[in-house]
């Protein structure tokens, strides 16, 4: 048995409940991917999961992206700009899944993790603070 590819502790925690979760979510969905490339499970399996952690991905974006409207981040621009080269990487990475080759898979998922795992502990950190801190000077708590 071999530890988690994508381990929680990797996956920093930024102290927001509902972020974290589709975080560890994300985390989870790389797991299994990773698990079914290296079992050499069928490609349309492999894409399904695929397709659930690009869903995933969009959610959790989209989640950190309303939330940088409401607490009127500065950064939203960059951070967006970073979510979008993020579905580009994912759709790059659906193609090389496709053509089934074991190794670029796995180097692909890697490449994806670390992508990952930059953004959260640089990115979407600064917006999990702004968000403490916007919150709890604001009159009424949402
Ligand atoms: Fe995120
Ligand atoms: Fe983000």
Do not use: C
């Not at 979510?25 to 492999?46: F, G, K, P, T, W």
């Not at 967006?80 to 659906?94: G, I, P, T």
């Not at 990952?116 to 949402?142: G, T």
């Amino acid at each position: 048995m071999w530890a988690a590819f994508a381990k929680p502790e990797d996956f920093p925690n930024l102290g927001h409940e509902a972020i974290d979760d589709e975080h560890e979510n994300i985390a989870r969905l790389m797991n299994e991917l990773h698990d079914a490339i290296h079992h050499r499970v069928a490609l349309s399996e492999q894409r399904r999961l695929h397709h659930e952690l690009e869903t995933y991905v969009r959610v959790n974006n989209r989640s950190e992206e309303q939330m940088m409207e409401t607490d009127s981040y500065p950064n939203r621009e960059s951070h967006h700009k970073a979510h979008e080269a993020m579905y580009r990487k994912l759709y790059e990475y659906e193609k090389v899944l496709q053509a089934g080759r074991e190794d670029a898979s796995l180097q692909g998922l890697h490449a994806l993790r670390e992508l990952l795992i930059r953004h959260i502990a640089q990115e979407d950190s600064r917006v999990a603070s702004w968000h403490r801190i916007h919150n709890i000077s604001a009159d009424s708590p949402d």
